[in-house]
């Protein structure tokens, strides 16, 4: 009913830049909270920046300063620019969209596949 595609990761160096995209389509009445997590090896799935759909935003303690999520009401797509990354932001990240169905008026959370960021240093 739902897919978000996202793109945009790769290899960087230390002190790089990235910005990952993710876009949701299919039967889709509005989208609340969209946002952005990861997973590193061997560690739980944590969440990284939450956009609501006002545009109020929470970031991740280790990531203020550096990382700045948007999105795009129209596209259904939200953003993340990344800076100043570290060895430490490889991970595999993942978008999170709370959506309400065409088809029913209920929230439901959908995820995207994942897409590597590595950080070398």
């Known amino acids: 009913q739902v897919q978000l595609v996202e793109s945009g990761g790769g290899l960087v160096q230390a002190g790089g830049s990235l910005r990952l995209s993710c876009a949701a389509s299919?039967?889709?009445?509005?989208?609340?909270?969209m946002g952005w997590y990861r997973q590193a090896p061997g560690k739980q799935r944590e969440p990284v920046a939450v956009i609501t759909s006002g545009g109020s935003t929470n970031y991740a303690g280790t990531v203020k300063g550096r990382f700045t999520v948007s999105r795009d009401n129209v596209k259904n797509t939200v953003y993340l620019q990344m800076i100043s990354l570290r060895p430490e932001d490889t991970a595999v990240y993942y978008c999170?969209?709370?959506?309400?169905?065409?088809?029913?008026?209920?929230?439901?959370?959908?995820w995207g596949q994942g897409t590597q960021v590595t950080v070398s240093s």
């Open positions: 299919g039967s889709i009445f509005s989208i609340n909270d």
């Open positions: 999170k969209a709370k959506v309400v169905l065409m088809a029913q008026p209920t929230e439901f959370d959908y």
